[in-house]
């Protein structure tokens, strides 16, 4: 076990130190949305005495020099006003579980709960930084201290004078929130405490051409009212509606048609033959359970 | 151990009352999203994972789940796959996540999931939990914008039939058993954490399309449909292989009645000869002949599951044809426009 936590380290080394070393690039953080689910869920689980949770975050260094955060585990830690005691058999434990699932995310840093960096997070961060180099705090604000859920991350660099080192310095990085995995799922079924039935393939349909048609509307809106005035004309958006209503392909009505209704056809086909099958089937059924011999 | 044995005495103590049939699997959204990118990324490997979480009543809660390394046939590394398993709960346990195992999760492709390897996985599960689920996810749905998530068990009556071993024409057709009482899906509720439901509020973008409505948008379904038409075909090949293995055996059976009815009548007018001649009847039945040894018939189970497989098809089938019928009306009213 840890043969293999070695082994990853040493594979993280190399891209992450020359970027810090260098500086240049500046790294940017990508969280899946699973990382969020997982630290909630571990706050909400956490025992009775503890203030905040903190845990480990794997993923991938992506070769822009985005840190891609995919995956989370909690570590059980004590914190007392001068020392953090941290579950360091734990971590390695449940690293090595992981690994095994997937050899190829490695830890990229930790987070912890609560609304910013605070003495304990340097000492914490410290006992990271002799796992990866360079690693990432993130933290999550599950106490909503400013009214909104903040998510930050930090990188820390060290502030010496000459071998003397003073203090660390955490930097605030860059965090990519887009979550097109969420998206796939739907923030729907993800936003609300409940809900009683998963959408089938045809409600979703519905719910995306109805999307489609209030942006349709919006654009006739929108263009409306610049030919009578109402709005300042803007070149950019002008142009954006011209892209669009260009990606349609220019085709003859003629042989849109055709090629509409041959889809269709096709369509109609499948329906017909999966329906046969089926018929075939309770046929099939029928005939066979009523064979009887003798 | 205390796992082990704390389910036991769940176990035990669920046996003294009737347990109410369960209705429905209420997953969080973090067991959701743990499924779905375990599936993903391994995708098209088919990959499984435990379910952990409550049983309350007729709602089975899922609140966390675990994957399993991608299983190879090697017994050492089943041996570390149960060592895994048992480490993976402890450490889950550490933390204050429910770790009663209630059933497992896989990975499908196209929804090919009715096999002879899942029953046996279920009743495996079935054996030392009372209550368990299968929840199965396919990944190549997700990229036309479904969310196929499906949670099934097998019925009460199939379970029973399966432990009795035998699936012969007489026994279905006593029970009533047709091939649909195989599996039962039940329905799916999503619940999320108040906090969850809150950071998600917040970072829901703004913008009116999501990925999800592109994903649905996009008209190339035509390779997913002919993935579905081949692995029809294919099941209707095999399908009517088992037809065939009946056919043989209802023709073997009545050759045999055919012979057996020869024998008895050739039989009998010998003991009538033996009769008149004053003599002992010879008796009527003769195990040591060949002709009586019964022909065993094959298992019908086999033929149901494919059936199971080319309905879930023709669902499929059907299910995005109806999508394409919308999409080509709407790119038709767009065109025109």
New interface residues.
């Given amino acids: 076990m840890a043969a293999a936590s070695d082994h990853t380290v040493l594979q993280f080394v190399a891209p992450s130190s020359t970027a810090s070393a260098t500086n240049t690039t500046v790294l940017t953080a990508r969280i899946?949305?699973?990382v969020?689910?997982?630290v909630?869920?571990?706050?909400?689980?956490?025992?009775d005495s503890a203030e905040r949770v903190i845990g480990t975050l794997l993923g991938s260094i992506l070769p822009d020099g985005t840190v891609d955060i995919?995956?989370s585990?909690?570590v059980?830690h004590n914190e007392s006003s001068d020392q953090v005691a941290v579950?360091i058999d734990?971590h390695h434990?449940?690293l090595a579980?992981h690994l095994?699932?997937?050899p190829k995310e490695i830890i990229v840093g930790w987070y912890s709960t609560g609304a910013g960096v605070n003495g304990g997070s340097a000492l914490i961060h410290d006992f990271y930084a002799r796992e990866v180099t360079n690693p990432i705090h993130l933290t999550?604000d599950?106490g909503?201290t400013n009214g909104?859920?903040t998510i930050k991350a930090f990188v820390s660099s060290n502030l010496s004078l000459g071998d003397r080192q003073l203090a660390a310095q955490f930097q605030e990085i860059p965090v990519d929130?887009?979550?097109?995995?969420?998206?796939?799922?739907?923030?729907d079924?993800?936003?609300?405490?409940?809900?009683?039935?998963?959408?089938?393939?045809?409600e979703?349909?519905?719910l995306?051409?109805e999307?489609?048609l209030?942006?349709i509307n919006d654009v006739y809106k929108y263009v409306d009212s610049v030919v009578e005035g109402q709005t300042d004309p803007d070149n950019n958006i002008g142009r954006v509606i011209a892209d669009a209503v260009a990606s349609?392909p220019k085709?003859p009505p003629q042989v849109?048609d055709n090629l509409?209704n041959d889809?269709?056809q096709d369509?109609?086909l499948?329906?017909y033959?999966?329906?046969i099958?089926?018929t075939q089937?309770s046929l099939?059924?029928k005939l066979?359970?009523a064979?009887?011999?003798? | 151990m205390a796992t082990t044995a704390r389910s036991f005495l769940q176990a035990i103590s669920k046996d003294e009352v009737v347990a109410p049939p369960l209705r429905v699997v209420q997953i969080e959204g973090l067991a959701v999203l743990k499924i779905i990118k375990h599936c993903k990324e391994f995708a098209p490997t088919l990959v499984t994972g435990q379910l952990l979480g409550l049983d309350v009543g007729s709602v089975l809660e899922v609140t966390n789940c675990f994957p399993f390394p991608v299983r190879d046939d090697d017994e050492e590394i089943e041996a570390d796959g149960a060592n895994y398993q048992l480490e993976m709960m402890r450490c889950l346990r550490e933390v204050n996540v429910d770790n009663n195992t209630v059933g497992w999760y896989q990975s499908t492709v196209l929804g090919s999931y009715q096999t002879l390897e899942l029953i046996e996985t279920f009743m495996n599960y079935q054996e030392n939990i009372k209550r368990c689920v299968c929840i199965i996810y396919d990944p190549s749905k997700a990229d036309l914008g479904v969310l196929a998530l499906k949670a099934l068990k097998l019925s009460d009556s199939f379970m029973e039939l399966y432990r009795g071993g035998n699936f012969t024409g007489e026994k279905l057709r006593e029970k009533n058993f047709s091939w649909m009482d195989i599996f039962e899906e039940i329905p799916i509720k999503v619940s999320n954490s108040a906090l969850v439901s809150a950071f998600m509020t917040e970072l829901e973008t703004d913008t009116p399309v999501s990925q999800g409505d592109y994903d649905r948008l996009h008209s190339s379904t035509i390779p997913f449909l002919e993935n579905n038409m081949e692995f029809l075909i294919k099941c209707m090949d095999d399908l009517s292989m088992e037809q065939q293995k009946f056919q043989y055996y209802y023709r073997n059976l009545s050759r045999q009645q055919a012979q057996q009815q020869a024998w008895l009548q050739k039989r009998r007018t010998e003991n009538m000869a033996r009769k008149s001649a004053g003599e002992e009847p010879l008796p009527e039945e003769d195990p040591s002949n060949p002709i009586f040894k019964p022909i065993p018939e094959p298992s019908r189970l086999e033929s149901f599951l494919i059936t199971n497989q080319v309905s879930n098809f023709c669902g499929q089938i059907n299910g995005v044809a109806g999508q394409n019928f919308s999409r080509l009306y709407l790119t038709k009213a767009l065109h025109e426009n």
């Fill in positions: 899946h949305p699973l969020i689910f997982n909630c869920d571990c706050f909400v689980r956490r025992p995919r995956n585990y909690a059980p579950d734990y434990n449940m579980s095994k699932v997937n999550v599950t909503f909104e859920g929130l887009r979550m097109v995995d969420a998206e796939r799922v739907g923030f079924v993800l936003k609300a405490t409940a809900v009683d039935k998963l959408p089938n393939d045809l979703g349909m519905e995306t051409m999307r489609l209030t942006l349609l085709l849109f509409v889809s269709l369509q109609l499948l329906l033959l999966s329906s099958t089926r089937l099939a059924e066979n359970t064979a009887q011999m003798l």
